[in-house]
């Protein structure tokens, strides 16, 4: 069974930072990109960031240079490191993944985590 679990949410400063994981397993997770994404009180959701299997990062313009992703292919793992934190990067973070229905990687994100909240005060 595919999933993904994030963790590392919590509230910060303005100007601090967060790190927030994504434990992926049920796939190859060294094969498929990643994204993550977050949904901000009555907005709807909007994609942060993406990494490709061949680590090539590529990000929103209000979170590039402030917002690092990575993954850990030996841990199966996705992060997403917040610095310089402002108040509208407060939302619900989600991970999500391109996986089929046989658990390979497919052209569209189907496969979502519970999210992890993010409150970050003035």
């Known amino acids: 069974q595919v999933q993904l679990v994030e963790s590392g949410g919590g509230s910060a400063q303005a100007g601090g930072s967060l790190k927030l994981s994504c434990a992926a397993s049920?796939?190859?997770?060294?094969?498929?990109?990643m994204a993550w994404y977050r949904q901000a009180p009555g907005k709807e959701r909007e994609w942060v960031s993406t990494?490709?299997?061949?680590?090539?990062?590529f990000y929103t313009s209000s979170v590039k240079g402030r917002f690092t992703i990575s993954r850990d292919n030996a841990k199966n793992m996705l992060y997403l490191q917040m610095t310089s934190l402002k108040t509208e990067d407060t939302a619900v973070y989600y991970c999500?993944?391109?996986?089929?229905?046989?658990?390979?990687?497919?052209?569209?994100?189907?496969?979502w985590g519970q999210g992890t909240q993010v409150t970050v005060s003035s």
């Open positions: 049920g796939y190859d997770f060294s094969r498929c990109g």
């Open positions: 999500a993944a391109p996986i089929d229905s046989d658990s390979q990687c497919s052209a569209d994100l189907t496969v």
């Open positions: 990494i490709s299997r061949a680590r090539t990062t």
